[in-house]
């Protein structure tokens, strides 16, 4: 009973086809991981094992789907397709059916099915662990974990793990760590040396590790803490390299400063900036970075979009927005979707996006910033859209192709040797 006459060649999903990995491939999405992450980590040399890989691997670059928050990037990155396809296009919007604002973590909204589920169906083995559990049940949507050829859970609810659910009992005790604080580096940490584990006892053929970018939303790349951060990603990543796994790393985006002179965050304050355009009620303003982690940003980011009432003159508010310092682009819903692929019903009448270092917020009273501890840095727009895609092998990747993160299972798979 050869693999060879088990498994298939390659598998198709979403319209794209990969090869059968030939041994383990680990996926790493770093949350935030701007590129001068990794450069000034491996310049320092707290990553001693990535730095000798990449010699004779593949250091390259993409770019992210904008907008460039969490959830649209993981998915994007694990069905090999960009929101259009996904609908995943922020981690909060305004559902049309209810004309409620809501969370959208909900696989219920997911119009894809994923790479691993694609693989899982064919017989592969695939474990998925995520810092926070919102991400979890999106990611492993659509697996059978009674199949034990699947595994899913996060660092967040290790404790909680089952069978039918996670396909294991008590990941926590695999780990043999205390469940860490949602704020904290080592929620990251949690994920990687559950994934050593799991090489061990499963040695699955997918593995995808997506962490949380609490580190990069205070430490800035090349500071003690970052630094400290990507070399234990490092030492992880050697042993996962020692066990015979291919490793392939990218980011679902980057991440820059957003704060004034002031250390103040620099907000654009979108909707109280349309109430006076506008007057009271023309406008809605919903910002996708929403989330309950507001600890990290407080909801400010640098992409938002915006409902209009009936009546408003739409082509004469752009005009208007357009030449208001501080915002990079407007767009109508049409021109915006086109332009970053995103699901035209998911999307308000218009498309904002600030510039490199400012954020865009609702108004003042709707942001509470005394959790916020550090200058902001924070992220959205186009201006953290580049990021690493970094193969421990070397990858035959044509020089012109424009790269985007959720290659990263082509690439992977289909373009080394
Ligand atoms: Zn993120
Ligand atoms: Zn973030």
């Known amino acids: ?35 001068d992450y990794i450069e000034e980590a491996i310049a320092g040399g707290h990553m001693p094992f990535l730095a000798e890989k990449i010699k004779g691997g593949s250091d390259l670059r993409a770019d992210c789907v904008v907008p460039s928050f969490t959830n649209p990037n993981n998915l994007s990155i694990v069905t090999g397709q960009p929101p259009a396809v996904h609908g995943i296009s922020g ?17 219920k909204f997911l119009r894809a099915e994923t790479i691993f589920k694609a693989f899982h169906d064919a017989g592969a083995k695939v474990a998925i662990v995520t810092a926070k559990d919102k991400l979890r049940r999106l990611l492993g949507h659509g697996l059978d974990f009674t199949s034990g050829r699947a595994v899913s859970f996060s660092s967040e ?25 949602v704020y904290s580096a080592e929620l990251s940490e949690f994920i990687f040396d559950a994934g050593v584990k799991l090489m061990e006892s499963m040695r699955p053929d997918l593995m995808y590790l997506s962490t949380t970018d609490y580190i990069q939303h205070k430490h800035a790349p090349g500071t003690p803490v970052a630094n400290a951060f990507y070399a234990m990603m490092d030492s992880y990543w050697a042993k996962l390299d020692a066990m015979g796994a291919l490793l392939a790393m990218t980011a679902d985006h980057g991440m820059n400063a957003k704060f004034g002179a002031d250390n103040q965050p620099d907000v654009i304050y ?25 600890v990290h940003h407080g909801a400010l980011g640098s992409f938002a979009t915006v409902y209009l009432s009936d009546g408003v003159d739409q082509a004469s508010t752009m005009e208007k927005l357009s030449k208001y310092p ?14 970053f692929q995103l699901p035209t019903d998911r999307l308000g009448d218009m498309i904002v996006v600030s510039d490199k270092h400012k954020v865009l917020g609702t108004s003042s009273d709707r942001h509470d910033l005394t959790q916020l501890k550090e200058p902001l840095r924070s992220h959205g727009g186009v201006s953290e859209q580049r990021v690493p895609l970094i193969i421990t092998r070397h990858a035959d990747v044509a020089a012109d192709r424009h790269l985007r993160n959720f290659d990263i299972f082509d690439v992977a798979l289909n373009h080394t040797a």
Not at 94 to 106: F, Q, R
Not at 164 to 177: F, K, L, P, S, T
Not at 326 to 339: D, I, Q
């Open 326 to 339: 501080g915002l990079a682009n407007v767009y109508s819903k049409e021109e915006g979707c086109a332009e």
């Open 91 to 107: 981690n909060f919007f305004l559902d049309p059916d209810t004309g409620k604002e809501v969370m959208m973590n909900d696989p």
């Open 157 to 181: 609810k290790a404790n909680e793990t089952t069978m039918a659910d996670n396909g294991i009992e008590d990941a926590q005790a695999m780990v043999g760590r205390d469940i860490p604080d």
């Open 270 to 294: 979108l909707q109280e900036v349309l109430d006076e355009m506008l007057g009271a009620d023309a406008a809605r303003v919903i910002l996708p970075i929403t989330d309950p982690y507001v």
């Open 1 to 35: 009973m050869t693999p060879s006459n088990e498994t298939p060649a390659s598998i198709s999903v979403n319209g794209r086809t990969y090869a059968w990995p030939k041994q383990p491939l680990v996926v790493v999405c770093i949350d935030g991981s701007e590129p």
